[in-house]
């Protein structure tokens, strides 16, 4: 591990669980944040700015569902694994949905739970290290990604922070087709899933905020049997 080791918090009210997963990341080199409640890991989350948490459902007071979606909400793009008893596929669709990037089924074993914390910090730097697209322009709409909005000529529309991803990997990849395959990668970090659904309720909202009409799109357009595509014109 290097000099500046990444953080990972932990928000888990069992503490054997919480013991377990400190002493075991710990003992690979990184620094660990616990919290016992959703409102202290917001509060670890805006001191600290870790690398990745590790995120249990079932919490005292706020449920980690919607600890992530106020994450999500102030932007922070760190990977988001979920921990829980649950096992139900409602819970993982809705997890991920929300802006997890990954799910673990208690009790899991610790070497997966390694492996899928380092996958998801290499594909964390890798993205963070792409030149970010900041403006786009869409006549006659503005799309300000840094600041999350869609300007239109008589209202502004607010972009959640998956919809920020979503359009600076197509405006990366303008004029090109992309599968739902590589935007399930690229923008929720995640290698496989058969839930293509997920891409398809996004692009509809993410169209409804950047098209004057979205039932017949002139920007972000379907590419029947192969995704989608930006047309930057």
Request: glycine residues 4%; contains cysteine; hydrophobic residues 35%.
């Amino acid at each position: 591990m290097s000099d500046n080791p990444k953080k990972i918090v932990i928000v888990e009210d069992e503490p054997s669980l919480i013991f377990t997963l400190q002493d075991t990341l710990e003992n690979e080199g990184y620094e660990v944040f616990i919290a016992e409640e959703g409102e202290q890991a917001i509060e670890i989350v805006k001191k600290e700015n870790p690398d990745l948490m590790l995120l249990d459902l079932m919490l005292p007071g706020m449920s980690g569902y919607e600890v992530c979606k106020k994450v999500r909400n102030m932007t922070y793009t760190f990977p988001i694994i979920i921990l829980t008893a649950r096992d139900q596929e409602i819970d993982k669709v809705t997890g991920l949905n929300i802006g997890a990037d990954d799910y673990m089924t208690k009790p899991f074993g610790v070497k997966e739970l390694l492996a899928r914390i380092q996958a998801r910090l290499r594909r964390s730097e890798t993205y963070s290290k792409a030149k970010p697209i900041n403006d786009l322009e869409l006549d006659p709409v503005t799309i300000d990604l840094k600041n999350a909005k869609a300007i239109h000529p008589e209202e502004e529309n607010e972009l959640t922070t998956r919809e920020v991803e979503l359009i600076r990997y197509l405006a990366a990849h303008a004029n090109e087709p992309v599968s739902r395959d590589a935007l399930l990668e690229n923008v929720w970090r995640y290698e496989h899933s058969t839930n293509t659904r997920t891409v398809d309720v996004h692009i509809s909202k993410l169209r409804s905020k950047i098209e004057e009409h979205p039932d017949d799109p002139r920007y972000l357009v379907t590419l029947h049997g192969v995704g989608y595509m930006l047309k930057i014109e």
